[in-house]
């Protein structure tokens, strides 16, 4: 296999792209349009009220982002064209049954036509409400599934879940299925889709017959989902509502031939369409922010635990080699790792040392429109030296001002609510992410090794479709790279 058979795979194929707001499907389908320009069709699916607005989502929040810069190059005055007969706008939502599409006629095209269901969709908000987070991440992939079913020429179910859907935290994590009767947590109890179902919308009616107000019923059904992963063993709602939907797709889907990609933590491109293009921000990029505006010094981290980030470029290419490697394969369900750990190993310590070399000579600036200094970042390797820490610059400042201002000293008043407010922040996220900071273990890719194995080193598939890790440098991919992107991109 090479990177012409590759993308001979996807010639004349139609294709459903769910997730495509996000930034993983946006890649996705700007490889698949440049590098096939025969692909038959792509349906995106968009969350809107008919297919006009989910036109006009499609031509604002997709094709109007700057990943597509290199395809509109290509094309030039015929880019309009050539995306208005590759491309149909379907507006549906995952979380109904038939993906929420109310336009009968497109539906039964799509049941006729499809070859290629790619399930990019979910929700990555590590405390989501646990009502919303269900409704995406789990019932989507069984309306996802049941919705393949009904597609006659169905080659393959491909879905993106993310390596963190174990609960181990040591040793060698491996290319595994979930069971619908496997049993979790301390009671080993059994995970129940239903139960939870049941226990969301009990907790709703609860809190609607108290009167609760929005902010209420949304912090308690974001504790609802944190509790509810915990039990069970997982570090948060987003994983753990990855759990049930990749549970519900193997106890459901039949014979269909399907794809299980768990990419670790997904960064900025690597080299296509461009180097360092990225939207939003991904799991480690709210800390690299925070430090280099002078919110943050200090790291609650394991030095020596590996940081496993992978380019999106790098995961587009898994998605696409392994979709070729197994489309029309019934009855089979493949589970691939797409992770850098046990190939080129990155550590939280390298991170440190890589945003200090940037933000010392690339300074951000302060709202005084000064250059932001900053010291080399420390790691903390225990709770109790954080805590600490917190309490030197932060409980005890804010008590004393507590005091100060129940004394009407108003003109200290900001003060307080600005460090209250960053008390809060700060344990907040250390809480949601300390799981990840100590995350020792690394992801056994041998699924995706057999692939690599198995493409022809030719002079075009190396430069077009690298899956190997060890050619990145990862001191120039943070420094020259993955932080200049994400400053250009998505820091406002």
Wanted: hydrophobic share 40%; aromatic share 10%.
């Amino acid at each position: 296999m090479d990177f012409g058979s590759i993308m001979k795979s996807l010639e004349h194929k139609s294709i459903l792209i769910t997730g495509t707001s996000g930034f993983l499907a946006k890649i996705f389908m700007e490889k698949v349009l440049r590098s096939q320009p025969n692909v038959k069709k792509l349906f995106i699916l968009l969350r809107a009220e008919n297919d006009t607005f989910a036109a006009q989502r499609l031509q604002n929040e997709v094709f109007g982002k700057k990943v597509f810069r290199v395809l509109k190059e290509e094309h030039g005055t015929g880019f309009d064209s050539f995306i208005s007969n590759k491309v149909t706008a379907v507006a549906g939502d995952i979380s109904f049954e038939n993906l929420g599409i109310k336009d009968s006629t497109l539906k039964e095209e799509m049941w006729r036509e499809i070859n290629l269901i790619i399930n990019v969709a979910g929700n990555t908000t590590f405390d989501e409400r646990y009502d919303v987070a269900l409704s995406t991440n789990a019932l989507g992939v069984k309306h996802i599934c049941e919705f393949a079913k009904k597609c006659t020429k169905l080659e393959l179910l491909f879905h993106v879940s993310t390596a963190y859907v174990t609960r181990e935290r040591e040793g060698i994590i491996l290319e595994k299925p979930f069971q619908m009767e496997e049993a979790f947590g301390e009671n080993h109890s059994f995970l129940d889709i239903a139960v939870e179902q049941k226990l969301v919308q009990e907790r709703l009616t609860e809190l609607q017959e108290e009167k609760a107000t929005d902010k209420a019923i949304k912090l308690a059904m974001q504790e609802l989902g944190l509790q509810r992963a915990r039990l069970f063993g997982w570090a948060n709602t987003y994983v753990f509502t990855k759990v049930i939907g990749e549970m519900l797709l193997g106890h459901l889907r039949g014979d269909l031939p399907t794809v299980i990609l768990r990419p670790t933590i997904i960064t900025s491109t690597y080299r296509e369409p461009f180097p360092g293009w990225i939207e939003g921000f991904r799991t480690i990029d709210s800390l690299i922010v925070s430090y280099g505006k002078g919110k943050l010094n200090h790291f609650l981290a394991d030095p020596e635990a590996p940081l496993d980030v992978v380019p999106g470029d790098f995961v587009v290419n898994a998605m696409l080699a392994t979709m070729a490697a197994h489309s029309r394969q019934c009855s089979n369900q493949f589970i691939y790792h797409v992770s850098t750990s046990s190939r080129n190993q990155v550590k939280n310590n390298d991170l440190v040392d890589f945003i200090y070399q940037y933000f010392s000579k690339n300074p951000c600036l302060g709202r005084d429109g000064m250059p932001v200094r900053v010291t080399r970042g420390s790691l903390l390797t225990t709770k109790t030296s954080f805590n600490n820490l917190m309490t030197v610059y932060y409980k005890l400042p804010i008590q004393v001002l507590r005091v100060v201002n129940a004394l009407s000293f108003q003109s200290l008043e900001d003060i307080y609510h600005n460090l209250n407010r960053k008390y809060t922040l700060i344990t907040r996220f250390v809480d949601l992410y300390e799981h990840f900071a100590f995350f020792e273990a690394r992801f056994d890719d041998s699924n995706l090794k057999k692939l690599r194995m198995g493409i022809k080193d030719d002079k075009i598939t190396p430069m077009k479709f690298y899956l190997d890790p060890k050619c990145i440098n990862w001191e120039d991919y943070f420094i020259n790279i993955h932080i200049p992107g994400l400053v250009q991109h998505s820091i406002k």
